[in-house]
């Protein structure tokens, strides 16, 4: 197992953009499926994105598709969450989650399909 470590949370207007960057140092991340998770006050994991390995396949939760854009660069190992348009429903801790044995995504997936989790970032949307 590893565990995956998420960069670029933090306060942003209603409105405004933030990319979020998952890596784990010293480990490839480029042949495994990585999925993004949200947690909102007071509420369960949501779904939020799964990317394919080597930047395949993308599934993303209905209500984000058009906002959230998920890539890869390879070269530097890292996975990003690009969040458009943000509003305040969307403020959450927001988790990168992967499983040594899966590389293509097949939907979103559960959050038990996941071994490897990172701590997690905050972002909060908020005037």
């Known amino acids: 197992q590893v565990q995956l470590v998420e960069s670029g949370g933090g306060l942003v207007q209603p409105g405004g953009s933030l990319t979020l960057s998952c890596t784990v140092p010293?480990?490839?991340?480029?042949?495994?499926?990585i999925a993004w998770f949200r947690q909102a006050p007071g509420k369960e994991l949501e779904g939020v994105s799964c990317?394919?390995?080597?930047?395949?396949?993308?599934y993303y939760a209905d209500s984000l598709k058009g906002r959230f854009i998920g890539s890869r660069d390879n070269g530097k190992n890292t996975v990003y969450l690009q969040m458009n348009d943000l509003k305040p429903e969307d403020t959450a801790v927001y988790y990168c989650?992967?499983?040594?044995?899966?590389?293509?995504?097949?939907?979103?997936?559960?959050?038990?399909?996941?071994?490897?989790w990172g701590q997690g970032t905050q972002v909060t949307v908020s005037s």
């Open positions: 990317i394919s390995a080597m930047d395949g396949a993308k």
């Open positions: 989650a992967t499983d040594l044995n899966r590389s293509n995504c097949q939907g979103i997936g559960h959050t038990s399909w996941y071994n490897n």
């Open positions: 010293g480990f490839n991340l480029d042949y495994y499926q």
